[in-house]
């Protein structure tokens, strides 16, 4: 094959794999933030590769996961009603509210549709006028410009039937909260490759001097990961704490230029509940005056919801780092991605889904009575 | 959700005041916004994450990317129809490792004997 070279090469990686070995002469905490770096490092089993002693702890940069609970109860009673077509990304369907889902609300006879582009959901609303087509706009940076321009061009076009459900949170504001929290175990990070794709990277380094952690830029690939871990234990062994761009191919200190000038067009900062987490100030943006129109919450007036998270699930603690998803005593039992409790069991990028999907919870027993290891 | 894909412009339109392009990822052709990617031309690779194009990236590491995202399962999931999403969500797994692929953690890349094994 004409592309494999040394970057996905398992010899490469025994090779990085060794110097970290090599260069760790204590043990560490290392928090990937990223909920995609989370499943690439158990699908690709680097953290069996590691030193005994370096630990990494997943972050909570699942945008699915984080979503409070009282706004999935809202996305499901406004895709619920009549008229609206209710567009969302597939991860969604399954996240589990108070009493339903997505999916289920589909079953019921609601208009949910999956979209690949938000765009798409702003085509709809330009092709249904007699409909009102929401948009749920769930995510972290990486996703903000999509939804920002799909906001953008519908005022631009006049779509007074278009509206954006926001849910956007931000991976600075998260690091303070996590390096405030009493119960803070983590290091150094391992920032999100794609949101500083966007972002830049010039938010950190106030962060790292702050709270005097090392942060690294990185990737999703094994090997990019590798990288990146290699990196913090070299900063966390000289006592050093900066912040480190190990995934040059992609991004760039000052980020997307364009992108961060419709968002800055589009946003405000405003505080924002993450499910499991709690209210962090200043952790997400919501419409500004000029769009607020376009506002789903201020569209649609939704009261009177009954919102309560079950009382099994644990998500707000792997979230937080603070335990291992198999160490909930739901996981894999009451909690499967069929009928999870919670989205850290749904989305691809959370972490209790990570480690079910891969068997990571399994005795090498177990798994082969599970049929899942074909011998 | 964060991951983005790479994949090759392959014509670059323009739909009102907004850069429109396709995009062809590994066989997987979609309408991508190139809005915020002025410097992409046709026969550039770039990174794509909702239908949007957030940065370049060159040939080989978007060739390899896409190589390891597809056996990662990300590309299915990222590129997927409506109806394949849907089917999607019916079928979430219920047991364990429904695809296999633990047999493969922590020794895909320790083994070059699995690499070997799984087609080169």
């Known amino acids: ?375 | 959700m964060c991951l983005a894909i790479p994949g090759k412009v392959e014509q670059i339109t323009t739909d009102g005041n907004v850069r429109m392009g396709r995009v062809n990822f590994g066989g997987v052709v979609k309408n991508v916004c190139l809005d915020y990617v002025p410097e992409v031309v046709v026969g550039d690779y770039t990174i794509v994450h909702v239908g949007f194009a957030l940065s370049k990236i060159d040939e080989q590491s978007a060739l390899e990317t896409l190589d390891l995202f597809r056996q990662m399962g990300a590309l299915d999931e990222e590129l997927a129809t409506e109806e394949e999403a849907f089917a999607r969500a019916a079928h979430a797994p219920q047991s364990a490792c429904p695809d296999g692929s633990c047999e493969l953690t922590g020794q895909s890349l320790r083994s070059t004997e699995t690499k070997s094994e799984r087609g080169q």
């Not at chain 1, 765009?119 to 929401?134: I, T, Y």
């Not at chain 1, 999509?146 to 949170?169: D, P």
């Not at chain 1, 991004?251 to 709690?278: C, H, K, M, P």
């Not at chain 1, 005795?363 to 599970?370: I, K, M, Q, R, Y």
């Open chain 1, 1 to 375: 094959m004409k592309y494999l070279n040394e970057f996905r090469d398992g010899q490469v990686a025994k090779r990085m794999a060794a110097e970290i070995r090599q260069i760790t002469t204590r043990p560490w905490k290392i928090m990937e933030i990223c909920g995609g770096q989370t499943h690439s490092i158990i699908r690709n089993g680097i953290d069996q590769m590691l030193p005994p002693g370096i630990e990494m702890i997943h972050g909570p940069g699942c945008p699915v996961c984080v979503t409070p609970l009282a706004l999935i109860d809202k996305a499901l009673a406004i895709a619920a009603q009549p008229g609206v077509i209710f567009c969302s990304f597939g991860d969604m369907l399954r996240v589990p509210g108070t009493d339903s889902d997505l999916f289920q609300v589909k079953g019921r006879g609601g208009d949910v549709r999956i979209v690949y582009s938000p765009l798409d959901a702003v085509e709809l609303a330009a092709r249904n006028p007699d409909k009102q087509v929401v948009f749920f706009g769930v995510g972290f940076e990486t996703t903000a410009p999509a939804n920002a321009m799909s906001v953008h061009l519908a005022r631009q076009r006049g779509l007074k039937n278009f509206s954006l459900l926001v849910s956007h949170v931000l991976v600075p504001p998260a690091i303070e909260a996590i390096m405030s929290s009493p119960e803070n175990k983590v290091q150094a990070f391992l920032a999100a490759g794609h949101v500083c794709s966007v972002m830049g990277f010039w938010e950190y380094p106030p962060l790292a001097d702050k709270y005097e952690i090392p942060i690294v830029v990185t990737g999703f690939e094994p090997l990019d990961l590798l990288d990146g871990i290699r990196r913090a234990i070299i900063q966390l062994e000289k006592g050093e704490h900066h912040v480190e761009n190990a995934y040059e191919r992609i991004v760039t200190y000052a980020g997307n230029l364009g992108a961060q000038q419709l968002l800055a067009e589009v946003f405000e900062l405003s505080d924002r509940s993450w499910r499991g987490i709690g209210l962090i100030p200043n952790s997400g943006w919501r419409l500004n005056d000029n769009y607020r129109k376009f506002d789903a919450e201020e569209r649609f007036q939704i009261s009177g919801i009954h919102t309560e998270e079950s009382p099994l699930c644990k998500a707000g603690d792997v979230l937080r780092g603070a335990i291992k998803p198999e160490s909930c005593p739901a996981f894999g039992k009451e909690c499967t991605p069929r009928h999870p409790l919670g989205a850290t069991m749904v989305s691809s990028e959370g972490a209790c889904a990570a480690y079910f999907n891969y068997g990571r919870f399994l005795s090498a027993e177990e798994l082969a009575n599970s049929g899942a290891v074909h011998a």
